[in-house]
């Protein structure tokens, strides 16, 4: 089993930046599996933020310039730095592991973490 843990949230005013993490444990990231961002503010749908599969990386437009996904494989964690924030951005953000048929559709995934939040105020 896949074992995944968020970390990194927190609030920022706009223009700012953060970085979240996602530990895996159970798989090996380098072993060919998907991670993904997803965010989610209340009342609205789970929203894909972006993907990394090996050294292909995949963006929403929404944060496309502005967030970075990557991973670090000594510490089998996937990141997910995000700049120039904005108070849209503000949602609980989870990441999620699995073999995708469609890499942003959040029920593709078979592993999720917890969720970390992050606020930004205008």
């Known amino acids: 089993q896949v074992q995944l843990v968020e970390s990194g949230g927190g609030s920022v005013q706009a223009g700012g930046s953060l970085r979240l993490s996602c530990a895996a444990s159970?798989?090996?990231?380098?072993?060919?599996?998907?991670i993904g961002w997803f965010r989610q503010a209340p009342g609205k749908e789970r929203e894909w933020v972006a993907t990394?599969?090996?050294?292909?990386?995949y963006y929403s437009d929404s944060v496309k310039g502005r967030f970075t996904i990557s991973h670090e494989d000594a510490k089998n964690t996937v990141y997910l730095q995000m700049n120039s924030l904005k108070p849209e951005d503000t949602a609980m953000y989870y990441c999620?592991?699995?073999?995708?048929?469609?890499?942003?559709?959040?029920?593709?995934?078979?592993?999720w973490g917890q969720g970390t939040q992050v606020t930004v105020s205008s």
């Open positions: 990394i599969f090996e050294v292909e990386t």
């Open positions: 999620a592991a699995g073999w995708p048929r469609d890499w942003a559709r959040p029920n593709d995934y078979n592993y």
């Open positions: 159970g798989y090996a990231i380098r072993d060919n599996i998907y």
